[in-house]
């Protein structure tokens, strides 16, 4: 079974910076794996934040604007997003994602781990 194990959520004021971390283990490829953060706001739908390819390529939401890079250590199985220059609306749960391919709607990921909370206030 795929497990995930997300950290590194919490509140910050404007401008601030946190660093989210997902060990991803346990899952059903061999070939290639897609990994991705998508959030989901009070009363809003999912949206994906950023997504990492098995090649090394990156797809970012166009709210990120440069602010957060998503990457990987491989050999650690772990995903990491470093969200800088946070702003309030990022406030939002934030889920690591894994599929076989990348998407862009986070909906076609059948892989969720369990959330971490961002808040920024001002």
């Known amino acids: 079974a795929v497990e995930f194990v997300e950290s590194g959520g919490g509140s910050v004021k404007v401008g601030g910076s946190l660093r989210l971390s997902c060990i991803i283990t346990?899952?059903?490829?061999?070939?290639?794996?897609?990994m991705a953060w998508a959030r989901q706001a009070p009363g809003k739908k999912f949206e994906l934040v950023a997504r990492?390819?098995?090649?090394?390529?990156?797809r970012y939401g166009d709210f990120v604007a440069g602010r957060f890079t998503i990457s990987k250590d491989n050999a650690k199985n772990t995903l990491f997003l470093q969200m800088n220059s946070l702003k309030p609306e990022d406030t939002a749960m934030y889920y690591c994602?894994?599929?076989?391919?990348?998407?862009?709607?986070?909906?076609?990921?059948?892989?969720w781990g369990q959330g971490t909370q961002v808040t920024v206030s001002t």
């Open positions: 994602l894994a599929e076989r391919n990348c998407y862009s709607d986070p909906t076609n990921y059948d892989y």
């Open positions: 346990g899952y059903p490829w061999t070939d290639r794996i897609c």
């Open positions: 990492l390819g098995d090649d090394g390529s990156t």
